[in-house]
């Protein structure tokens, strides 16, 4: 069987905690698949304008392989772009077995198309 990939497309945050107290926020995601010793990462275009809503509308793709599926996770951080260092705003983690068919172990029939 070959290996799927699964699609994200990674849309918008809203009402996010303006970690830069004084100017407006240019937020970026980070979107990481991690497994057993392997880890794909994407980022995300900066939001130059959407300060605590962010929107990117970015599509990212992963080649998901059977152990991955069944024990990886995959996690979104959204950093605030700074000049002197980039801010941690907050993640999100999720059991890559969630985003994949029930071909995968989740057995809801949710998931990405092979």
């Known amino acids: 069987m070959l290996n ?3 699609e994200l497309n990674i849309n918008s945050a809203s009402d996010l905690e303006n970690v830069n107290h004084i100017t407006k926020m240019d937020v970026y995601a980070v979107i990481t698949l991690l497994g057993d010793k392997s880890e794909k990462k994407v ?6 304008y959407g300060g605590s809503n962010p929107n ?3 599509a990212v793709k992963f080649s998901v392989d059977e152990k991955l599926a069944r024990e990886g996770r995959l996690t979104i951080k959204l950093f605030s772009s700074r000049r002197l260092g980039d801010k941690h705003i907050g993640e999100v983690e999720v059991p890559s077995v969630y985003l994949l068919p029930s071909t995968y172990g989740n057995g809801n029939g949710h998931g990405m198309d092979q």
Request: net charge neutral.
């Open 4 to 6: 799927p990939t699964l």
């Open 43 to 48: 980022k995300t275009p900066v939001d130059c």
């Open 56 to 58: 990117w509308n970015h």
